[in-house]
T-cell receptor
Framework: AQTVTQSQPEMSVQEAETVTLSCTYDTSESDYYLFWYKQPPSRQMILVIRQEAYKQQNATENRFSVNFQKAAKSFSLKISDSQLGDAAMYFCAYRSAIRSQGNLIFGKGTKLSVKP | DGGITQSPKYLFRKEGQNVTLSCEQNLNHDAMYWYRQDPGQGLRLIYYSQIVNDFQKGDIAEGYSVSREKKESFPLTVTSAQKNPTAFYLC????????????FGPGTRLTVT
């Protein structure tokens, strides 16, 4: 069974600075997808970024980028120029490429605080 | 606007009562999911359905039941057999294609006393 581990329960960053959230996963599959979701205080889950395992290039979405290390099974999220609105819970998630297993497997989350 | 609706946002029940949480989507997605979120636990899968009239148990299905009679709707019933039902429940949907993101509803906070 696949597992996702987020080793940082809480992180803090100064506004305008850069922060990196860690995520490792365990799987025997070679084809899969990885996601970072943001959950602000409203508790609405919002997709931040997605990475396909077969793509070597790291995904980027504006201020958000990932460092995907397939061999190490690592998938960290870097937030540049942090803003107050980035304060939220961040969840790393894994999804198998097997169609019948389309559910997400989540880590326990990292609570990010942004200091003005 | 397309999206997922969950109602109500807050729900209170007495212990021993069954309660049904609503989830409706107008995104024309085939797959729908129910997750449970507890503090410090992340999200855990309760049930999922990839097609009408078919659904599968997730990791923590005991004490829950679902139905999928329509593509748009995937209600979750929390039965009296669920030993610790107080939690935040999230519904999600996605296309059945590889790697498509899941879209989440706003969630329902269930409190059982």
């Amino acid at each position: 069974a696949q597992t996702v581990t987020q080793s940082q329960p809480e992180m803090s960053v100064q506004e305008a600075e850069t922060v990196t959230l860690s995520c490792t996963y365990d799987t025997s599959e070679s084809d899969y997808y990885l996601f970072w979701y943001k959950q602000p205080p409203s508790r609405q889950m919002i997709l931040v970024i997605r990475q396909e395992a077969y793509k070597q290039q790291n995904a980027t979405e504006n201020r958000f980028s990932v460092n995907f290390q397939k061999a190490a099974k690592s998938f960290s999220l870097k937030i540049s120029d942090s803003q107050l609105g980035d304060a939220a819970m961040y969840f790393c998630a894994y999804r198998s490429a097997i169609r019948s297993q389309g559910n997400l497997i989540f880590g326990k989350g990292t609570k990010l605080s942004v200091k003005p | 606007d397309g999206g997922i609706t969950q109602s109500p946002k807050y729900l209170f029940r007495k212990e021993g009562q069954n309660v049904t949480l609503s989830c409706e989507q107008n995104l024309n997605h085939d797959a729908m999911y129910w997750y449970r979120q507890d503090p410090g636990q992340g999200l855990r899968l309760i049930y999922y359905s990839q097609i009408v009239n078919d659904f599968q148990k997730g990791d923590i299905a005991e004490g829950y039941s679902v139905s999928r009679e329509k593509k748009e709707s995937f209600p979750l019933t929390v039965t009296s057999a669920q030993k610790n039902p107080t939690a935040f429940y999230l519904c999600a949907s996605s296309k059945p294609y590889r790697g498509d993101e899941q879209y989440f509803g706003p969630g329902t906070r269930l409190t059982v006393t």
